[in-house]
């Protein structure tokens, strides 16, 4: 919510926050922040991100909502709106609360949402330590440096979670993105997260699969100048495969045809299915590769004589 309102230039990155008394008596990680001081947007982001400060977080929703619980609530309302129906706040910093809750796929989505929509902000998870009031501090994520592309995310810890992480690392143009919890220490999510992360880049292979405008199959055309029109990739259409699995991969086409004209290219008109075994499935949208107007009066003529015809013989195949 704090990138969201940069980019809607509700705030800039010098804009200063006020901090309160409460922020400064929260306890836990923290950044040092003292009651009364200003504080940039700037400077919060990295007390948050690389210290884990929960004053700064205080500090964000109650200058950006007016109180932790009206920001706690804004954060409830735009986890819906993003799809995490699995997630609701009590709270800015994430410690135990009745209402605190995300479940691991939620945490992945709005990682996801992180890395893609605000670039501009992403680097400041790779960021491996910042100093603020004379106190440095070290990103408590494991993996940075390891030297295995990691650039973020963010370590958590509770009682009741235990240890966790949402990371994420690129090799080449490969990103992954994973969520650990419930290990019993430090030492154990940094093991483990430095094997997922191995594992994930050695034992899986993304494959192209079709090319942009690439001619993949065929649909039928109702009442157009042509009877069939080509359909073409909308965009490239890769995977993430298990060595060894492609010969396990099933492609499917659906569409509701016959496609009734006029057609323009571009259209969207079927959905190619990967199904890919303990990946899933994935799904791309095939478009008309070209125009295709309506027929004639006489081609339509024909191509109703030709459906009646079908229906004809289809009623006596069922009565014999």
């Known amino acids: 919510m704090l990138f969201e309102a940069l980019r809607d230039e509700r705030i800039a990155m010098d804009t200063e926050f006020l901090v309160s008394e409460r922020a400064t008596k929260i306890g836990g990680s923290t950044m040092f922040l003292r009651e009364g001081e200003r504080v940039s947007v700037r400077d919060l982001i990295q007390g948050i991100i690389v210290q884990s400060g929960n004053d700064a977080c205080i500090t964000v929703a109650e200058n950006i909502a007016g109180t932790e619980t009206a920001f706690a609530d804004q954060m409830t ?4 709106e993003l799809g995490m129906n699995n997630s ?5 910093t994430g410690w135990p609360d009745p209402l605190q809750r995300m479940s691991a796929r939620d945490l992945v989505t709005i990682a996801n949402i992180i890395i893609t929509e605000f670039p501009n902000y992403y680097p ?6 910042f100093t603020w009031d004379g106190v440095k501090q070290n990103n408590r994520n494991p993996l940075l440096p390891l030297g295995i592309g990691a650039d973020g995310l963010k370590t958590g810890h509770t009682n009741e979670a235990g240890y966790g992480l949402v990371g994420s690392a690129r090799q080449g143009q490969r990103r992954i993105i994973f969520m650990i919890t419930g290990l ?7 093991n483990e997260a430095e094997k997922l992360t191995n594992w994930a880049f050695r034992q899986f292979v993304i494959k192209d699969l079709f090319k942009k405008d690439e001619v993949i199959s065929k649909a039928d055309v109702w009442l157009g100048e042509n009877k069939t029109i080509d359909l073409i990739a909308e965009d490239n259409i890769s995977g993430l495969f298990p060595l060894g699995s492609l010969k396990n991969v099933d492609i499917e086409i659906n569409y509701k045809g016959p496609i009734a004209a006029p057609i323009k290219k571009g259209d969207r008109i079927a959905i190619l299915t990967v199904n890919t ?11 008309a590769s070209k125009d295709v107007a309506s027929g004639s009066i006489l081609n339509k003529i024909l191509a109703s004589a030709e459906l009646l ?8 195949l069922w009565a014999n």
């Open 277 to 287: 075994p303990k990946i899933g499935k994935s799904e791309h949208h095939l478009v």
């Open 77 to 80: 309302k735009r986890a819906i």
């Open 309 to 316: 015809g079908r229906k004809a013989i289809s009623g006596q």
């Open 124 to 129: 400041f998870f790779a960021q491996t330590s």
């Open 88 to 92: 609701s706040f009590g709270n800015s």
């Open 184 to 190: 019993e220490s430090k030492a154990a999510r940094a």
